[in-house]
């Protein structure tokens, strides 16, 4: 046996040893990656579960609401119950409810005196009998003492485009939080005022409504 092949073992066994160091190196960072983003979504979730912090990422920021909605909440004085006439699983599951959804939960986040809930028309009568007039499915209504506000989500909380040619319309931005504030201006100040937000400039919709 030559001297060149009585050194192999030798090569070899440091190779392992040195593949062995980078794999455990490996695998510590491995473990610390995996540790922090557990870390971090933990600390995420405690967020939204007790400060109601969600990052908007839409470009209309529809699950977001302005410091004017946020001031003007936070200020009020007098409690308001605002009733949802529709199946909550529709809020949870459809796209465009969703953004009512959203804004009903930030309402609720910055004003101690706003409180929301579902109602069925059909099986909660006395729900629908508390407020006079005639509510129905989709309505949303807004109250606080003897003052009340209904509201239309489909037709009074989203925009439309209508194609005069066609004789269509078509869903072109929403607009829940500008009708909700309304209405809850309507029902808490003794002077109530009608919020009014720009939608166009120059002739151009701006937050996709019109």
């Known amino acids: 046996m030559s001297k060149e092949t009585a050194k192999e073992p030798k090569k070899k066994k440091s190779f392992n040893k040195k593949k062995l160091k980078y794999g455990s190196v490996a695998t510590v ?24 912090l969600k990052l908007d990422l839409t470009p209309e920021k529809y699950y977001d609401i302005s410091q004017q909605t946020i001031d003007y909440v936070s200020s009020i004085d007098k409690d308001v119950e605002i009733a949802v006439f529709d199946n909550e699983s529709n809020y949870h599951s459809n796209t465009y409810y969703k953004m009512v959804l959203e804004t009903l939960n930030k309402l609720v986040q910055y004003s101690d005196h706003i409180t929301y809930n579902f109602y069925d028309t059909t099986k909660n009568p006395d729900a629908v009998n508390k407020y006079a007039g005639t509510i129905s499915m989709d309505n949303i209504v807004i109250a606080s003492g003897d003052r009340v506000k209904v509201l239309s989500v489909t037709q009074e909380l989203f925009a439309y485009t209508t194609n005069s040619y066609y004789g269509t319309s078509a869903l072109s931005g929403y607009k829940g939080e500008q009708e909700l504030l ?15 937000f720009i939608t166009k400039y120059n002739g151009s919709a701006i937050f996709g409504s019109e």
């Open 29 to 52: 960072i491995t473990v610390v990656f995996i540790a922090v983003i557990v870390f971090i979504n933990l600390i995420a979730g405690i967020l939204t579960e007790r400060k109601g």
């Open 182 to 196: 309304s209405a809850i201006m309507s029902v808490t100040d003794a002077n109530p005022k009608t919020a009014a």
